[in-house]
């Protein structure tokens, strides 16, 4: 950690973050959410926080603002950006340090943009409204910035609406729109998080070279290490809102300190062995292409991979190349225009509504979402327990038996039976409709990117329970995901797709080891690593072979 005499662009001591809970049919109880938390952010420097959901990460970084959404407070400590105590402004003090002095890069930028403004406008808002520039000077700094981000057409690009723009492309705009006041500090909440890896390594050396260039201090929220220790000088371990390391990031990734920082550095350590595949593939697709109803143009075009019982097929590729839209046409959703699916030897009727019930209890689906998977007003009892009575008639004892060994199968237990969603944290959401799935006794799990919004840590120990009940049930995974670490943790065979087809496809071992076509290098080469350096020496490779070209 750096040390100066100067006052730094933001310190904090003694931080200490409480929120009122109110539990139904109990008295409001008092929650502590973040507890004696130090840090100190030089100017010019990042640092980064990172954490398992709930850690206290965003709660944090907010308080930055001395601000608490939804009922939080800030009940102690100290909170000085400039060497200034925000925590004595007042109402009107903080309203104008917010979004001139200290500015926010939220995680969907998709949510934070209004759909009818033009993004020049919503750049250049905070810097009008607190009188720092006239509208010439502001939208002058924006084409500058829209330019120091990389995005196209930085003269122009300000006139287009949200929707007019890539993922990757907002979210740098939203960038630009913090970075275009001139702040002190700005605080980058999971800025890359919703991003595909290919899109994140252009964001994350966007906003790099954003901070270097402009010398603004900045918090770095995240849950990734190694994203963090690409941008950031320091970093901060939290868990339950208490701090657990503090260290520069060589240090913190090289030499943790703590057992819990070690687990963060050593996750995705899972060794799955791949496995041949059977004489008999319980899932073919043969030729496959579809399109959407009123689209003239075909998102799948000619697919054709096949899956054996008890094995995993992992479909991986960026959004927009076809991989959910797979398994739409899978699950009968989106019924293909030619081709065919042969699901246990027998043809799979294209459409949904043509199939029996037992087409639809052997192809069950865990989605992405588990939030908004299930019901919030049903216990996890009748949530596991609902495809017991539809598929197999099960009621009473026999149904109630039932319920708890999948409880056990899923590590969870009986205490959790009469619980609601809402009691529940994200891994266990997940493990719940892993259970209400496997409640059915599939012959196929279709898992759309079930690992995606989870913290490493939890998304680590749902890979391992799904190889276990994998190796228990014999089921198949049709496993959606960007992400190549949980490829190689959990596949056995891979398709890679892009722009609605697949481009490479075979046994594990063949598709992630050299040659490689062009896409599928990309698509590795964009994983970032746990090492300092890495984003710059992968910049630095691409643009000697892009010279080359």
Known sequence: MSESTDPAALEITGLRIEATAFPPGEKPRNIVLVQDVDLRVEKGKVLGLIGESGAGKSTIGLSAMAYGRGGVRISGGQILLNGRDIGTLGAVGLRGLRGAEVTYVAQSAAAAFNPALRLMDQVIEASLRHRLMTRTEAEARAVTLFGKLGLPNPETIGRRYPHQVSGGQLQRVMTAMALCPKPDLVVFDEPTTALDVTTQIDVLAAIKDAIRDTGVAALYI?????????????????????????????????????????????????????????????????????????????VLKNITVSLSGGQTLAIVGESGSGKSTLARAITG?????????????????????????EDLREIQMIYQMADVAMNPRQTVGTIVGRPLSLYFGMEGAQKQARILELLDAIEMGAGFIDRYPAELSGGQKQRVCIARALAAKPSLIICDEVTSALDPLVADGILRLLLDLQALEGVAYLFITHDIATVRAIADSIAVMHRGQVVRYGPKSQVLNPPFDDYTDLLLSSVPEMQTGWLESVRSARRIESAGN
């Open 222 to 298: 995240t849950h990734d290490l190694a994203v963090v220790a690409q941008v950031s000088d320091d970093i901060m371990v939290l868990r339950g809102g208490k701090m657990v390391e503090y260290g520069t990031t060589q240090q913190i990734i090289t030499a943790p300190k703590q057992d819990y920082t070690r687990a963060l550095v050593s996750v995705r350590s899972i060794e799955h062995a791949e496995k041949p595949p059977a004489d008999q593939p319980v899932l073919r697709v043969e030729g496959i292409t579809a399109r959407y109803p009123g689209v003239p143009l075909d």
């Open 333 to 357: 959703l989106l019924p293909p225009l030619k081709g065919r699916m042969v699901f246990k030897d027998r043809a799979l009727p294209a459409r949904l509504a043509d199939r029996d019930q």
